[in-house]
């Protein structure tokens, strides 16, 4: 079924959490690999910004659905962020914009260059490139919805949990979309599935590597996706984004894990 963009952005809010006991938090605080684990989750949301950025130097932009969906994608993103902040806040971890706004500055000559890299990139592909960017937006998003579901079946923690669960079904329309796109797109050109193939193989990460420390990927990678457990969540992400066309036999979730060294 064709995802329905109107009724999207007509019915686009952001995460609720004012009705969620917040003091449940000092009575019963997460442990500090948890808040570790949740301080990158806050830092990428909030980082969604710079991935627009990014995106508006493509072709992706002149799609007015791609377009409409953005910007309602990139305003939500930013409430998780909110969200999840407000859980960190609540521990004595404060998340300020001076500060994130200093790790993009670390980023230095890296985080200029990526709008370059994508209008390059972009130019070079042409119209496929709108193939690419919604196949990797829908294995991210199938990334980030199980990163929320591990987390909340890792620690139980009934109100992290329902907070979790709030943001992981916004997350589920993010990846309607991105998936809806993709299969049209990967569908009508056998070029596209080819770049878009070589692309995710070669070059998808875990999100929010482009951004944090590879200790800090390793630490999140290791608690959510480790074991028997997490291994499964990681196979069907990968199972996922192996049934869109052209995309069959692609294990770039395992394979990412594999390199940093997360045991099975």
Not at 130 to 158: C, D, F, K
Not at 191 to 208: D, E
Not at 222 to 241: C, F
Request: with cysteine; glycine share 6%.
């Amino acid at each position: 079924m064709a995802f329905d963009i109107d009724r999207y952005t007509a019915t686009s809010v952001r995460v609720e959490w004012d009705d969620l006991d917040l003091d449940a938090f000092e009575r019963d605080p997460l442990p500090p690999e948890s808040l570790r684990t949740l301080r990158y989750m806050t830092d990428v949301e909030y980082h969604t910004v710079c991935y627009t950025r990014d995106l508006l130097t493509t072709p992706s932009h002149r799609e007015a659905d791609v377009s409409a969906f953005m910007t309602m994608w990139n305003r939500e993103e930013f409430w998780h962020g909110e969200a999840l902040a407000a859980v960190l806040a609540r521990h004595g971890v404060t998340v300020d914009y001076d500060e994130l706004r200093a790790k993009r500055v670390k980023l230095g000559w890296k985080d200029r260059i990526d709008p370059i890299k994508q209008s390059v990139a972009g130019a070079l592909v042409g119209a496929d490139f709108v193939a690419v960017h919604m196949s990797w937006g829908a294995a991210n998003e199938w990334s980030a919805i199980t990163a929320y579901q591990r987390m909340a079946e890792l620690e139980r923690h009934p109100v992290l949990a329902e907070l979790l669960k709030r943001i992981a079904k916004q997350e589920a329309r993010h990846v309607a979309f991105y998936t809806s796109q993709a299969r049209q797109r990967l569908a009508a050109s056998r070029r596209a599935q080819q770049v878009t193939r070589f692309a995710l193989q070669r070059f998808w990460a875990p999100v929010g590597s482009s951004i944090m420390r590879e200790d800090e990927v390793r630490h999140v990678m290791g608690q959510l996706m480790a074991g028997p457990e997490g291994r499964r969540a990681a196979r069907k992400v990968d199972d996922s984004i192996s049934s869109m066309p052209g995309l069959g036999g692609l294990t770039i979730v395992q394979d990412a894990l594999d390199r940093l060294g997360v045991p099975a």
